[in-house]
């Protein structure tokens, strides 16, 4: 028996609107077996982990908190994936995105500063992730440095940076030696949408991004050489795009995201600069974007359902003593999935029982 | 014995994960498959080389544990890439992810648990040798197995037919193919071994590195590998270099902590990270004439029957 690939005639566009729903139901296959090994019920287990999630309105403001990252990074993911350039680090520039806002929340600790302080945060997280993405971007453009590397290597990097200045310099004197700053102000916190929930301003900065996203690729030339750069780069290099700017470019951009997501995070949900201030938010939303089909919209409904994954998992844990980890494992069999299917658009696969005939001929 | 006897001996443990998992992912990228993967199937292989060793009490089973469960994994890689022709950079960041839940399921009820270590070599008289002796004659099997293996893939890449074979499908599959080699067979192949040698490197880690597993252990030497490969230029001499080289940050790094040297420590431990990066930037610096990388590295092959 043998597998087979051969190629479609022209992508076919019903299968890249159901790809991801047949990902999706052979996840939730996978994951029911995975259940049943670990000794739960499954059908139990697969509604503490997606339906319950739903049915109270606490969870459902969570998990539009959790997706605030998610989108916001998936989005700046996709642009450099969709030119073809290979940023891993999302995770390190959230966490110095994080770092850099911070240090003005800090600094004006206890003074009156006015209310200009989480603007100014906000940008600062996004300039300081920006900044920290460019480095792999300019190692590879100048270098050629494979920035898949680099960028991971630098979450390694930012994770201990933050680590130092929780304990070191940044530490709450009066925090009983906890690693973690002071609670921010007032003036340096991301306020609520509702008097007493969860949902903060950031859930609609992550929808402007999806939106500015939207025009960017679908509206703008920047975004017509994004794409085809990645697509087509032999065509790029002929219609003269230079691919080095646009690396530089959505790297930028992405991390701009990455970190402006990062300061919302520690000035909103936690309030404080801690460890582990991220769950892998930036590795998530790798899988986010490629479930999203690097397309805005699809991002953002994509971060809505990993988002979900976060909070189920948490419950499943609390209510069935499921192990977080099972998160992480739906999580990869999930992009693995996602991947397979999108090779359906592109191909049929076929079954050979018989021996396959002799090869010939160049491909 | 001596400090600097104490800090090559710990340099050679520490090296020697990195050596192993690294000479795997060459002979995979040699075949032209980029497998990103390395961490997951080695943190994989570190749950399960851990688990064999605990439940059986030997070392060799607990080794050969991690072995499968690499290959098991690479092989979840192979059927993506080679048979549906999925994006290769993608699939490895999902069996990393996959690899790190997995290993944490796998690895949950060990936690805390404790082996005897893998046993160090010993010769009377030659390991009694002051100074060398140790170094030369007293190590775990595994510096020793590392070692051969790089020689094994030296041997087999440059001086045997299936060795050129493999190279051929990593530098121009399209002619490969036509020469009737069957390209898809020998990467599968190339990716088991490199799965194999990955969960090795893993299952090093609690077997004979500390006795004991805890989540996450590898800390990211599976991504230092794959850097050590385009350090090498794909050369399996140089992995040797590159490998004792990292080994080296990473333990002076500590003994530097040790030493109470007036920089905090988590910038020492940022040292092996920031010296991938320094190294990568290097290298690839120096290599701008002509790339050494296998030319079809990473990219996907459809045979039309």
């Given at each position: 028996?043998?597998?087979?690939?051969?190629?479609?005639?022209?992508?076919?566009?019903?299968?890249?609107?159901?790809?991801p729903l047949?990902?999706i139901?052979?996840t939730l296959?996978?994951m029911?077996?995975?259940?049943?090994?670990?000794?739960?019920?499954?059908i139990s287990a697969l509604g503490v982990y997606f339906i319950d999630p739903l049915t109270d309105s606490y969870s459902l403001q969570e998990i539009a908190v959790k997706a605030t990252p998610l989108v916001m990074i998936a989005i700046g993911l996709s642009?450099?994936?969709?030119?073809?350039?290979?940023?891993?680090?999302a995770e390190?520039q959230f966490l110095?995105g994080a770092v850099?806002g911070s240090?003005?929340a800090?600094?004006?600790?206890?003074?009156?500063?006015?209310p200009?302080v989480l603007p100014?945060m906000l940008l600062?997280g996004a300039?300081?992730g920006?900044?920290?993405?460019?480095?792999?971007?300019?190692?590879?453009?100048?270098?050629?440095?494979?920035?898949?590397?680099?960028?991971?290597?630098?979450?390694?990097?930012?994770?201990?940076?933050l680590?130092?200045?929780?304990?070191?310099?940044?530490?709450?004197?009066?925090?009983?030696?906890f690693?973690t700053t002071a609670e921010f102000d007032p003036v340096a916190t991301v306020p609520v949408l509702i008097e007493g929930g969860r949902l903060h301003l950031g859930g609609i900065i992550a929808l402007v991004a999806v939106a500015a996203g939207a025009?960017?690729?679908?509206?703008?030339?920047?975004?017509?050489?994004?794409?085809?750069?990645?697509?087509?780069?032999?065509?790029?290099?002929?219609?003269?795009?230079?691919?080095?700017?646009?690396?530089?470019?959505?790297?930028?951009?992405?991390?701009a995201l990455a970190g402006m997501a990062g300061i919302i995070e520690v000035a909103g949900p936690v309030g404080h600069l801690q460890p582990g201030i991220s769950p892998g938010y930036g590795f998530t939303a790798i899988i986010v974007a490629f479930l999203g089909r690097?397309n805005p919209v699809g991002i953002l409904i994509a971060g809505l359902f990993l988002a979900l994954t976060f909070i189920g998992g948490e419950q499943a844990q609390i209510a069935m003593k499921i192990p977080l980890d099972v998160t992480k494992v739906f999580q990869?069999?999930l992009l693995?999935?996602?991947?397979?299917?999108?090779?359906?658009?592109?191909?049929?696969?076929?079954?050979?029982?018989?021996?396959?005939?002799?090869?010939?001929?160049?491909? | 014995?001596?400090?600097?006897?104490?800090?090559?001996?710990?340099?050679?443990?520490?090296?020697?994960?990195?050596?192993?998992?690294?000479?795997?992912?060459?002979?995979?990228?040699?075949?032209?498959?980029?497998?990103?993967?390395?961490?997951?199937?080695?943190?994989?292989?570190?749950?399960?080389?851990?688990?064999?060793?605990?439940?059986?009490?030997?070392?060799?089973?607990?080794?050969?544990?991690?072995?499968?469960?690499?290959?098991?994994?690479?092989?979840?890689?192979?059927?993506?890439?080679?048979?549906?022709?999925?994006?290769?950079?993608?699939?490895?960041?999902?069996?990393?992810i996959?690899?790190?839940g997995?290993?944490?399921?796998?690895?949950?009820?060990?936690?805390?648990?404790?082996?005897?270590?893998?046993?160090?070599?010993?010769?009377?008289?030659?390991?009694?040798?002051?100074?060398?002796?140790?170094?030369?004659?007293?190590?775990?099997?595994?510096?020793?197995?590392?070692?051969?293996?790089?020689?094994?893939?030296?041997?087999?890449?440059?001086?045997?037919?299936?060795?050129?074979?493999?190279?051929?499908?990593?530098?121009?599959?399209?002619?490969?193919?036509?020469?009737?080699?069957?390209?898809?067979?020998?990467?599968?192949?190339?990716?088991?071994?490199?799965?194999?040698?990955?969960?090795?490197?893993?299952?090093?880690?609690?077997?004979?590195?500390?006795?004991?597993?805890?989540?996450?252990?590898?800390?990211?030497?599976?991504?230092?590998?794959?850097?050590?490969?385009?350090?090498?230029?794909?050369?399996?001499?140089?992995?040797?270099?590159?490998?004792?080289?990292?080994?080296?940050?990473?333990?002076?790094?500590?003994?530097?902590?040790?030493?109470?040297?007036?920089?905090?420590?988590?910038?020492?431990?940022?040292?092996?990270?920031?010296?991938?990066?320094?190294?990568?930037?290097?290298?690839?610096?120096?290599?701008?004439?002509?790339?050494?990388?296998?030319?079809?590295?990473?990219?996907?092959?459809?045979?039309?029957?």
């Amino acid at each position: 028996m043998q597998l087979v690939l051969e190629k479609r005639a022209e992508r076919s566009n019903t299968i890249a609107l159901i790809s991801p729903l047949i990902a999706i139901g052979l996840t939730l296959v996978t994951m029911s077996i995975l259940f049943a090994i670990l000794g739960k019920n499954p059908i139990s287990a697969l509604g503490v982990y997606f339906i319950d999630p739903l049915t109270d309105s606490y969870s459902l403001q969570e998990i539009a908190v959790k997706a605030t990252p998610l989108v916001m990074i998936a989005i700046g993911l996709s642009l450099c994936y969709l030119a073809n350039a290979w940023n891993i680090g999302a995770e390190g520039q959230f966490l110095i995105g994080a770092v850099a806002g911070s240090w003005l929340a800090v600094k004006t600790q206890g003074t009156d500063a006015g209310p200009w302080v989480l603007p100014a945060m906000l940008l600062l997280g996004a300039i300081g992730g920006a900044l920290y993405a460019l480095i792999p971007a300019i190692c590879k453009v100048r270098f050629g440095a494979s920035e898949i590397l680099t960028s991971l290597m630098l979450v390694y990097v930012a994770d201990l940076f933050l680590d130092y200045l929780v304990r070191g310099p940044w530490r709450d004197p009066k925090g009983f030696n906890f690693p973690t700053t002071a609670e921010f102000d007032p003036v340096a916190t991301v306020p609520v949408l509702i008097e007493g929930g969860r949902l903060h301003l950031g859930g609609i900065i992550a929808l402007v991004a999806v939106a500015a996203g939207a025009v960017l690729l679908s509206r703008t030339i920047k975004g017509f050489e994004i794409r085809v750069v990645g697509a087509a780069p032999r065509a790029a290099r002929f219609g003269g795009f230079n691919s080095n700017q646009l690396i530089l470019l959505t790297f930028a951009i992405s991390g701009a995201l990455a970190g402006m997501a990062g300061i919302i995070e520690v000035a909103g949900p936690v309030g404080h600069l801690q460890p582990g201030i991220s769950p892998g938010y930036g590795f998530t939303a790798i899988i986010v974007a490629f479930l999203g089909r690097l397309n805005p919209v699809g991002i953002l409904i994509a971060g809505l359902f990993l988002a979900l994954t976060f909070i189920g998992g948490e419950q499943a844990q609390i209510a069935m003593k499921i192990p977080l980890d099972v998160t992480k494992v739906f999580q990869g069999i999930l992009l693995f999935f996602v991947l397979a299917c999108d090779s359906l658009i592109l191909y049929r696969f076929k079954l050979i029982f018989a021996s396959p005939k002799v090869s010939r001929g160049a491909h | 014995m001596g400090l600097i006897e104490a800090i090559i001996l710990a340099v050679l443990a520490a090296s020697t994960p990195l050596l192993l998992a690294a000479t795997g992912e060459l002979v995979t990228e040699r075949s032209g498959v980029l497998n990103l993967g390395v961490e997951g199937m080695m943190i994989v292989g570190a749950a399960c080389g851990f688990g064999g060793a605990w439940l059986s009490g030997s070392i060799i089973v607990g080794a050969l544990c991690g072995i499968v469960a690499g290959v098991l994994m690479s092989l979840i890689f192979a059927l993506m890439t080679l048979g549906l022709a999925v994006n290769q950079v993608a699939a490895g960041l999902a069996l990393t992810i996959l690899g790190v839940g997995l290993s944490g399921l796998i690895g949950a009820r060990f936690v805390g648990e404790r082996i005897t270590p893998a046993p160090k070599l010993r010769i009377p008289g030659l390991t009694d040798i002051p100074l060398i002796g140790r170094i030369f004659f007293g190590e775990d099997a595994f510096v020793y197995l590392s070692l051969a293996l790089v020689g094994g893939v030296w041997f087999f890449l440059y001086k045997t037919r299936p060795g050129l074979i493999l190279r051929a499908a990593g530098d121009n599959h399209a002619s490969a193919h036509a020469l009737g080699y069957p390209v898809l067979k020998i990467r599968m192949l190339s990716v088991m071994f490199g799965g194999a040698c990955a969960g090795l490197a893993g299952a090093y880690l609690p077997l004979a590195y500390t006795p004991f597993f805890i989540p996450g252990m590898t800390a990211g030497r599976g991504w230092i590998a794959l850097a050590l490969v385009v350090f090498a230029s794909w050369l399996p001499g140089r992995l040797i270099i590159g490998a004792y080289l990292f080994g080296a940050v990473t333990i002076l790094q500590l003994h530097a902590q040790g030493w109470g040297i007036g920089i905090p420590s988590q910038f020492m431990s940022a040292l092996p990270y920031l010296a991938t990066v320094i190294v990568l930037v290097l290298i690839s610096r120096a290599r701008t004439g002509g790339s050494t990388a296998p030319a079809a590295l990473g990219t996907v092959f459809v045979p039309d029957r």
